[in-house]
């Protein structure tokens, strides 16, 4: 089946430094999501990528949804404790129906 | 709007129960579907529907059944519980299939 492997699994980051992850397929999305989730929390959406190329910004989150349509980048600018929290891709491939989600990526930053 | 509500919060069985989650949504979104997530696994997806009336199952359905009668709401029924089902469900729900799907709070479930 589809899988998606995410990267870093986890990291440490001090305060106001830039965060840098990724996902990667062997399958081609038509749509990148991507989430973060707060502890005891459902995930939140934090930006939807449709097109190949295409670059969003929501805040200090950049995400690029990449050129070969098999991978997508989220970047975070200046980090702050309230980033701390686990940030999960899903991918999408037209007629099947469903979303295809990473392992996630867990994030802890050191004031 | 509510967005997507789930009960119960909490849950704990006994091997051999059965129970009903419940999942609604009031933003009359077509695409309702059921997610679990385990430690180190992300969200694998149980179940999902395109509609009222329709449903398919997803990567890890075995041991799982759901119904939609209507679009609001969208319950997923274990029969006969086990202790791998111990786990924290998530309904979500979209306007399509292909749309930004908005995740509930989520019912932690624990099977002795």
């Not at chain 2, 179940?47 to 890890?60: C, F, L, M, N, R």
């Not at chain 2, 029924?77 to 799907?101: D, H, W």
């Amino acid at each position: 089946g589809q899988q998606l492997n995410q990267s870093p699994q986890s990291m440490f980051i001090q305060e106001g430094e830039d965060v840098s992850m990724n996902c990667t397929s062997s399958s081609i999305f038509n749509t990148w999501l991507w989430y973060k989730q707060d502890p005891g929390e459902g995930p939140v959406l934090l930006i939807a990528l449709y097109k190949a190329g295409e670059l969003t910004s929501n805040g200090r989150l950049t995400a690029q949804f990449g050129i070969t349509r098999k991978d997508s980048f989220l970047n975070i600018s200046a980090s702050i404790p309230s980033d701390v929290g686990i940030y999960f891709c899903a991918g999408f491939t037209s007629g099947t129906y469903k979303y295809i989600f990473g392992t996630g990526t867990r994030l802890k930053v050191l004031a | 709007n509510a967005g997507v509500t789930q009960t119960p919060k909490f849950q704990v069985l006994k091997t051999g129960q059965s129970m009903t989650l419940q999942c609604a949504q009031d933003m009359n979104h077509e695409y309702m579907s059921w997610y679990r997530q385990d430690p180190g696994m992300g969200l694998r997806l149980i179940h999902y529907s395109v509609g009222a009336g329709i449903t398919d199952q997803g990567e890890v359905p075995n041991g799982y059944n759901v119904s939609r009668s209507t679009t609001e709401d969208f319950p997923l029924r274990l029969l006969s519980a086990a202790p791998s089902q111990t786990s924290v469900y998530f309904c979500a729900s979209s306007r399509g299939a292909r749309n930004e799907q908005f995740f509930g709070p989520g019912t932690r479930l624990t099977v002795l």
